[in-house]
């Protein structure tokens, strides 16, 4: 039943064409976005607006950035877009003690291993026990947090949004950081890296070591099957997937899992099936076994990768799209 649907999905929703495609950074995350936000009640659609109108950065990074010509029908769902994507516009920011203050890179993955060879598995898991925080308990620490992964992160940012003691401005932030987070949760590859012992003893980053000919590297190609990120094209993309019965049942049993544990474990299992499939590892492969140089050269994927790879994050994005919806349905 899973491999029908799975064929179907590529089918219907074909990767698109590479050279369009900008980043699952922006595109991704507001096609999750607006999902996200169709999927709430009006009241809780203006409810949330309204704490984002708290964001401590809202007049420089929101009211400023709102395009002129956008309809007033569209300006909630464009906040609500704009917040999903914040915490990737914090890396750039300009200001004494800005960007150290609102970055937070660790918050953005998590590296559980996929082992090249069983071999691998055996000389490597006690040191990555000990170098890679795979740890799903929040820090008490507040410098500790600074280095969080994205499961203690996702934990930490929904304690302070669901507190009606915290400050509004508090609340907003992590309401950012959490629509964000939810996103990339249900990117596979940043839930996993690849070890091997001579080319990724400390892993390959979630495929950004894996130089490919389509993008720059593994890791930027699953981040570029989304496609653009213009508010008109994401929102559209949204509507397009909320009104296919497919991806609606497969939306509507994601959200009935609110185990946010369970969402990683799938995540995992698409990176480990699907990113890194045999033509990935077996490319990987040849090269750890030649043992010389530690620079691989550009992988050249097939249609068929691509296909699946397309089909998958369609997929990706509407889970997390209902998924978020349902935990933000309990925002107070």
Not at 40 to 52: F, G, Y
Not at 183 to 198: I, K, V, Y
Not at 235 to 240: D, G, M, S, T
Not at 268 to 297: K, W
Request: proline share 7%; hydrophobic share 40%.
């Amino acid at each position: 039943m899973r491999r029908r649907l799975l064929i179907a999905l590529i089918v219907r929703f074909p990767v698109l064409p590479l050279r369009l495609a900008l980043a699952w950074g922006p595109a991704g995350h507001k096609i999750v976005a607006s999902i996200t936000f169709r999927r709430l009640a009006p009241e809780q659609q203006t409810k949330l607006v309204a704490l984002l109108r708290q964001h401590p950065r809202f007049e420089e990074d929101f009211a400023k950035k709102m395009p002129n010509d956008l309809a007033a029908q569209d300006a909630n769902e464009w906040v609500i877009q704009q917040a999903a994507i914040w915490p990737d516009i914090a890396r750039g920011l300009k200001g004494p003690g800005l960007r150290q203050r609102h970055h937070h890179r660790s918050w953005h993955f998590i590296d559980l291993p996929d082992f090249l060879t069983p071999a691998d598995e055996r000389a490597l898991k006690d040191q990555i026990k000990s170098r890679v925080n795979l740890s799903f308990d929040v820090p008490r620490d507040p410098e500790a947090q600074k280095s969080m992964n994205i499961m203690q992160a996702i934990a930490h940012s929904r304690s302070i949004v669901v507190d009606p003691q915290a400050k509004p401005q508090d609340r907003a932030l992590h309401l950012s950081w959490l629509i964000h987070l939810v996103g990339d949760l249900h990117q596979p590859l940043h839930t996993t890296a690849l070890f091997s012992r001579r080319l990724f003893p400390d892993g390959d980053q979630g495929g950004n070591k894996i130089p490919t000919e389509q993008r720059k590297n593994l890791h930027s190609l699953w981040d570029g099957f989304p496609g653009s990120p213009r508010f008109s094209t994401t929102r559209n993309r949204a509507v397009r997937l909320l009104e296919d019965p497919q991806m609606r049942e497969l939306g509507e049993r994601a959200a009935a899992n609110q185990d946010i544990r369970a969402w990683l474990d799938e995540s995992h299992q698409f990176a480990t099936t699907v990113a890194y499939n045999a033509e990935i590892t077996d490319f990987v492969r040849r090269f750890e076994q030649r043992g010389q140089g530690t620079d691989l050269p550009r992988l050249s994927l097939s249609e068929g990768y691509l296909k699946q790879g397309g089909a998958v994050a369609n997929r990706c994005l509407v889970e997390a799209g209902y998924r978020l919806g349902r935990m933000l349905e309990r925002i107070p």
